[in-house]
């Protein structure tokens, strides 16, 4: 398996709803990443994950909540967003830091 | 912290012609740059990178330059097709310094690539 895999490919949720996004990667790479995009703009960071571990959070509001379970699975769990938490959330692996590969995302809409 | 400048915004060619993107970076540091395609509604794709102690790479119609003295590299592409409209974002990092097992790539703002028929 080369791919990054994540689901939903597209959520809508209300401003009290609870939900999570998910992605996986059996490239064994060690390094995972989450991404928000929006249009027409760069990828922003968000947070990565080293060895299972949380590595870099980029101030990324508490409303995001990210997860390792396992060297496979990254998720992001949802609370509580704003409208303008809206975008494709994108989520990448990499071996050694370098060559990061990019999941096909997930198109959030928050009302 | 890294800043890279990527020049054009948008980029309008015909079938056939070369394309050329420019992006600058600022920290000395950096040693990993790759370049990313993205269709609409697709996700960012691994077209093509480079490495600090290497100056051009090929890859069919593909190439990327590097000039570490001044700070920067470009994309080239040549024999342009309508399958090579996209946007396109260069990026910089110092990758796996240090021991760690993750790279903090810093984007630039993205060439939409159009070529024409």
């Known amino acids: 398996d080369t791919e990054v895999t994540q689901t939903p490919k597209h959520l809508v949720m209300g401003m009290t709803n609870k939900k999570s996004l998910k992605c996986e990667q059996h490239?064994?790479?060690?390094?995972m990443y989450w991404y928000k995009q929006k249009a027409k703009k760069p990828p922003e960071l968000m947070f990565v994950?080293?060895?299972?571990?949380?590595?870099i959070n980029e101030s990324v509001p508490s409303r995001f909540s990210p997860e390792c379970p396992n060297s496979s699975l990254l998720n992001l769990h949802l609370h509580a967003l704003q409208p303008e938490d809206s975008a494709l959330y994108l989520c990448?692996?990499?071996?050694?830091?370098?060559?990061?590969?990019f999941g096909p995302g997930t198109r959030l809409t928050v009302l | 912290g890294e800043n890279v400048e990527q020049h054009p915004s948008t980029l309008s060619v015909q079938e056939g012609d070369s394309a050329v993107i420019k992006c600058t970076y600022s920290?000395?540091?950096?040693?990993?740059f790759p370049w990313y395609k993205q269709e609409l509604g697709k996700r960012p794709q691994l077209i093509i990178d480079?490495?600090?102690?290497?100056g051009e790479k090929k890859d069919q119609r593909i190439a990327v330059t590097l000039n570490k003295t001044a700070k920067h590299f470009s994309l080239h592409i040549t024999e342009t097709q309508p399958e090579d409209s996209a946007v396109y974002f260069c990026?910089?990092?110092?990758?796996?310094?240090?021991?760690?097992?993750?790279?903090?790539?810093?984007f630039g703002q993205g060439t939409i690539l159009t070529v024409h028929p």
């Open positions: 990026a910089a990092t110092y990758g796996s310094a240090g021991g760690t097992s993750y790279g903090k790539l810093t």
């Open positions: 920290d000395s540091a950096s040693n990993y």
């Open positions: 994950y080293s060895y299972e571990k949380l590595s």
């Open positions: 990448a692996s990499s071996r050694q830091g370098n060559e990061q590969f």
């Open positions: 480079i490495r600090s102690n290497v």
């Open positions: 490239m064994g790479h060690r390094a």
